[in-house]
């Protein structure tokens, strides 16, 4: 099954995808932890990103696409694959559109995690703080700055996206605000699959 999880940064794509892939077995596709192992490991592509990460802004569409291309064709990926953090703006997902119509395949599900942005600003800020507390590397992007700025790209850049997949009549949403346990119950359901 080939999923895609649409929401703003901290709506809890990561942990909704980790329970997904769980379920389904196929890898979870994050290009935020792709892009930031690039980062850590000096590659070119980890050099272009770096900056623009820190600051909260998005790496330019071409050298996304590009990487997600080529993981996506990955053995493991054959089965399918939830993707988090992708595409975000219509560019991308124009691009992996078209990628996928060449090879012949199609996505399952898009699912949007909405999520109140008032309440975006309080879990990310709680993420970076329990994370110091654990004595665990804070993400360079967890300041207010950086979220501010990732939340208004987020609207400007990849809010459009719930239109697009709408009129494709992939998309579904679901409400990110619940408990975790009963997001991940929506999520089967919108999916038509069984928790267990
Ligand atoms: P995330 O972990 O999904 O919040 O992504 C962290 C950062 O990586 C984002 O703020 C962007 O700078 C970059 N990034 C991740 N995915 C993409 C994407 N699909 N397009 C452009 N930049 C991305």
Redesign the pocket.
Known sequence: MRIILLGP?GAG??TQAGRLVERLAVPHL???????AAVQAGTEIGKK?AD??T???????Q??VAV?IERVSQVDAQRGFVL??????IA?AEAFGDHLRDIGIGLDHVIELKVDEAVLLHRVMTRASEARKRDEAV?A?DTKE?LKV?LD?YNQQTAPLIGFYRLLKLLRTVDGLQPIDVVTKQLFEAMRLTAS
């Open positions: 940064p794509k990561g994050s290009t935020g932890d792709m892009l930031r990103a623009i990460m600051r909260g802004e998005l790496v330019p569409d050298l996304v997600v988090d953090g992708f595409p975000r703006t991308q993400r992007d950086a990732r790209t």
